[in-house]
């Protein structure tokens, strides 16, 4: 079957700096892939690319069968890939509503964004109670979640997450972690990058461990999680800060 | 008491027209990071549109609407050939491109039309003047007044209630992240130009409906004026651009109808002074807009 995203040897260069040497990795549909590593191993570059935010240097970038390398943003996400930045990146002077208004901002049907919007308001009560609050209030948590409904309103069939549990009280990660698992139960394929791998192994089907710029290991994540490479050299170290300014 | 409603009218008036240049300068401000001076020449090109639809034996009530549409689609043509190639680059790079544009375009008024004033005909009703029961007040300086409350009101309205308007405020905080929500670049850019270019047009019908004539460089002072509103008020903000403009208009006005005789020649020092007292005190405005520029 065709994977639902197929990149294949993936390079992004930011000046001199090569960032991404050489990716390849692949999403079935209904999986929960994630992409492991420290910080600067390429994997938010990664996402970026994917969506068309960063111009691949070379490489091919396919969703659904169709090469999508050098298409824009606002055209990927079209047809039905959207990433979920890192740092949430919600609207903060927007309120709750206008954010979640503006994710359905590639659909025309009001009925059915009206519908969208009840269903994310259900699936997030909270944002249902701070609906007509600017976003920039909401808590870490709170804000994650918005960013994540937003995402889930331009419907789409691959949700790319970057880094979803930075910055989150251990019990918001298990939140987000537990939602996660639900939206992949609705038939969300999802492609997650996170620093924190147990939680993310924990969730996922596969996954792939980058560093340097490059996939240096991958596999389902049963054999990832009793690997002893993997636990030492990429996962035992304790997290680093969240100092990506570039998103390399 | 007369002399001063009648001041107020007047600062009312004048403090509308930075406010609608304001806005319009910072709506692209807000967005691409650029600082438009040749939003002035906009205000030029209304005025010449309005001697051309004159001598054409248009009345004013359709050369103006006409103007405001024209300079609309030029100001949405200006972004296409002269700031999208630069678009990304540094604050510096773009506003040399839009002195550039500016320039060349004055240059243009000078060579093509003329140096000289030429004067716009005015409908009998734009000069004369009301007297409400103890002080007069001109009938162009209430259109004015109203029309900036209407045009701010529905641009506000624009950005609260369609989605258009909801990406321009999007995009005014994470260009990116707009992208992401489907958003074209392009098309939300292409937005802003227009809203200025419409914001810029509707000034300038005002301010010629007092002042009846139009030369190449019309533009210039009002636009400086405008951008010293938007630095008063806080760059980027919308909000901070109508505040200080209407701020700048009423300081402007009251110390003209109030400085003893022997200080009018410093008016616009003092004017300009206080500015600088209040920036010294809030550098970053009175409504104070986040530091950078999105793109």
Partial sequence: MTPMLSIADLDVRYGA????????????????????????????TTLKAAVGLVPATSGEIRFAGTAITGSDTEDIVMRGMTLVPEGRRVFPSLTVSENLRLGAATRRDAGEI??????????????????????????????????????????PKLLLLDEPSLGLAPQVVDDIFDLILRLKARGLTILLVEQDAVAALDIADRAYVMANGRVVMSGSAAALRTSDE??????????EPPLESTGA | MGYFLEQTGNALSLGGIYAL?????????????????????????????????????????????VAVILVMASAVLLERIAFRPVRGASGATMLLTSFAVAVLLQLAFQLFISTRPQIVPLPAVLTTTLDLGGFAIGVNRIISVIVAIVVLVALNQFLKRTILGLAMRAAAEDFDVTRLMGIRANRVIATAFAISGLLAAVASVLWIAQRSSVDPMMGLIPVLKAFIATTLGGLGSLQGAVLGGI??????????AYLPDGALPYQ?????????????VRPQGLIGARKEAVK
């Fill in chain 1, 17 to 44: 700096i090569q960032a991404v040497r050489g990716v390849s990795l692949d999403v079935a549909e209904g999986e929960i892939v994630a992409v492991l590593g420290a910080n600067g191993a390429g994997k938010t």
């Fill in chain 2, 21 to 65: 240049l304001a806005i319009g300068l910072a709506v692209v401000y807000s967005i691409l990071g650029l600082i438009n001076f040749a939003h002035g020449t906009l205000m030029t090109l209304t005025g010449y549109i309005l001697v051309f639809t004159a001598m054409a034996g248009l009345p004013f009530a359709i050369g103006a609407p």
């Fill in chain 2, 247 to 256: 701020l700048l208009g009423v300081i402007e006005i009251y110390l003209a």
């Fill in chain 2, 268 to 280: 616009g020092a003092i004017s300009l002074g206080i500015v600088i007292l209040v920036l010294i």
């Fill in chain 1, 114 to 155: 009206a519908r969208s919007r009840d269903e994310m308001l259900t699936l997030f009560p909270i944002l249902a109670e701070r609906a007509n609050q600017a976003a920039g209030t909401l808590s870490g948590g709170q804000q994650q979640q918005l960013a994540i409904a937003r995402a889930l309103m331009s419907m």
């Fill in chain 1, 230 to 239: 993997i636990t030492h050299a990429y996962l035992g170290a304790a997290p």
